[in-house]
Each structure stands twice: as structure tokens, then as C-alpha cells.
């Protein structure tokens, strides 16, 4: 650190002027970034009919949460409810033989043949329906290399094909409901604001960034489509509480949806947004960029002459 007590207490070789002049640029830049237009996004949270928006309804998990735990109950995804959206996947007889093929090579050493499941390393796939099984496949959290892994997002194993035929052979089997899905053009961003921020934040943080829970880690949300989301919601992978259609309805879901896909383009009302990571990570870059700033100021204004500060 000898180079920097130098640095500050060695005589300014730049005229005053000039020190002035760089001076006036960085407060000026400074007050820009405090006081920047927000970034592109949706200009305001607001009802999407511009109509005052109702106070949502009870949201609120009921039981325990389902689990990939290799000896966790089975726990299978309720119907969407009636009025839902759901998804439909291709199914036919090619597709099946396709699926079947595919499930034996890569699915059965942990879910067994026939759907059954193996104890200590996969849970039965009997009635789980399209929507879990297209939420894990496509977003590369299956097939894992060791069961007691937490499923994490990666490069799926299988193509769009691939996984259609999967689902066309687990569910021929198995049965279980529809594939939930979502229309974010249909929800309201201030209810999907308001439920987000009651239910999901705690783990996901306000902007669908990810964080720690106990046991696990709750992921980023900036991947996600509307069916993923809307999959999630309603089976509950991992950790996560599932919300059936009693506690979620479809235009909940619809909203939740919605404001989970503007996070990825805020409003970011005042500039820098540092990636939203939170109020505790933009307060200590805020600290430490004030503070190298303040330094450079002062030894830019300032000279060292005789042993005093000017």
C-alpha cells in the first residue's frame, strides 16, 4: 500500500483547471446515475385492464411439499381444476414405442419398469401426468447421475422429439392430469407482484434471482417459460410447495407468470439495477463506489504543498 500513501500525498502535476474540469465530469456523471430514466421494460406495475386490482386470494400450500427424495411418499400433481389451462403433447403409437425405448436405456435404473419406481433411488411415475415430466426433461433436471442430488437446470439429455415421446409413453401408462400452463397476457402484473412477493420471494427473491433455503437452494426464475412456471407451481419440484387450483386459480397463475417474466426487464426507476440482486448488495456497491469516488475527488481537487492540504 506504499503506492497509494504516495499517490495521495505526492504534489498534484495537474494544472487546477484541468482537476476542475474532471472534477464537474464525475459529479455530473455521478447525479446521471442516481437520476437515469428507468430501463426498458414495463413502464408501470399496474392492473392490465387499468381497472383497481381485487386483493388476491389465498395462497396458502396444503400438506407437505412433494419431493425427488428416492424414498419421499408419492405424491401426485392434482388436476389443474376446471376452467385451467393446460398444455396438450403429441401422442401417438410411434411416439409411445419411441418413449418406451428411451424410458428402459434411460429412465428405468431409478423409476423401474412400468412406471413402478426403486426404493432408495426414484419414486414411482404412476399418475404424475405430462406436466412433471415435461418440466424435467426440458429443463435438463433429469436424468440425474446420482439420485440424491438436488435437480438443478442444465442442457436437457433429450431433444423436443425425444421428450414427447417420453411423455406419450410415461403418461399411456401412468395417466395423471393435464399439463398445467399459463397466459401472461391474461394476468394482472400488480396481483402477480403482490402473490410473488408474499409466496415465492422468500426463496426465490423479489426478482426471481435465486437463493438459499433450508436444505436446499431455490433457483433463478430468468429461464423459466410461462409453462414451465406454470408446471412448477402446480406440481412442486424439489422443495417447493405445489398450489392446486383451490389455491391458485388460473388467473393467479396467470398474473404470477406475468410478473415473473417482466422481472427479466424492470423498471429499474432511478438506473443501475446491479443484475437486481437485492437492497443488501446495491447498498454495499453503492458504499464502496461513493467512497473510491469521494477519495478520487479530493486528490483531484486538492494539492499538497508545504505540508498542507489545499
Known amino acids: 500500500m506504499i503506492w497509494v500513501k504516495r499517490w495521495l500525498t505526492r504534489p498534484s502535476r495537474v494544472p487546477r483547471p484541468l ?126 447421475q446420482d439420485p440424491t442430488d438436488q435437480p438443478e437446470r442444465a442442457q436437457p439429455a433429450y431433444d423436443r422429439r425425444q421428450t414427447d415421446a417420453l411423455i406419450a409413453y410415461i403418461t399411456s401408462l401412468g395417466g395423471g392430469p393435464a399439463s398445467a400452463n399459463a397466459d401472461p397476457a391474461q394476468g394482472d ?40 412456471i406454470a408446471e412448477a407451481v402446480r406440481m412442486g419440484p424439489y422443495l417447493m410447495p405445489h398450489f392446486d387450483a383451490a389455491q391458485a386459480d388460473q388467473r393467479q397463475l396467470d398474473s404470477i407468470a406475468r410478473y415473473v417474466l417482466y422481472t427479466r426487464h424492470p423498471d429499474n426507476a432511478g438506473g443501475w439495477g446491479l443484475y437486481n440482486l437485492g437492497p443488501i448488495p446495491e447498498g454495499m456497491a453503492a458504499w464502496f463506489i461513493a467512497l473510491v469516488a469521494l477519495v478520487l475527488v479530493a486528490r483531484l481537487i486538492g494539492e499538497r504543498t508545504g505540508g498542507e492540504v489545499k
Open 19 to 144: 482537476r476542475a474540469a474532471v472534477a464537474l465530469v464525475l459529479s455530473t456523471t455521478a447525479l446521471f446515475g442516481i437520476f437515469a430514466p428507468p430501463s426498458s421494460g414495463e413502464r408501470k406495475v399496474s392492473s392490465s385492464a387499468g381497472a383497481k386490482v381485487s386483493s388476491p386470494g389465498p395462497l396458502t400450500a396444503r400438506g407437505g411439499p412433494p419431493s425427488t427424495s428416492p424414498d419421499a411418499p408419492d405424491k401426485s400433481p392434482e388436476p389443474p381444476g376446471k376452467g385451467s389451462l393446460t398444455k396438450s403433447f403429441p401422442d401417438t403409437a410411434a411416439l409411445r414405442g419411441e418413449g418406451s425405448t428411451l424410458y428402459d436405456n434411460g429412465c428405468s435404473a431409478c423409476h423401474g419398469f412400468l412406471l413402478s419406481g426403486r426404493a432408495g433411488k426414484g419414486p414411482s411415475l404412476v399418475g404424475v401426468g405430462a406436466g412433471p415430466v415435461n418440466f424435467y426433461l426440458s429443463t435438463g433436471r433429469m436424468p440425474l
Open 189 to 228: 402484473l400488480s396481483q402477480g407482484f403482490s402473490l410473488f412477493t408474499l409466496h415465492c420471494a422468500g426463496c426465490h427473491q423479489i426478482a426471481g434471482r435465486g437463493g438459499m433455503t433450508v436444505g436446499a437452494f431455490a433457483p433463478s426464475l430468468q429461464h423459466d417459460s410461462a409453462l414451465e
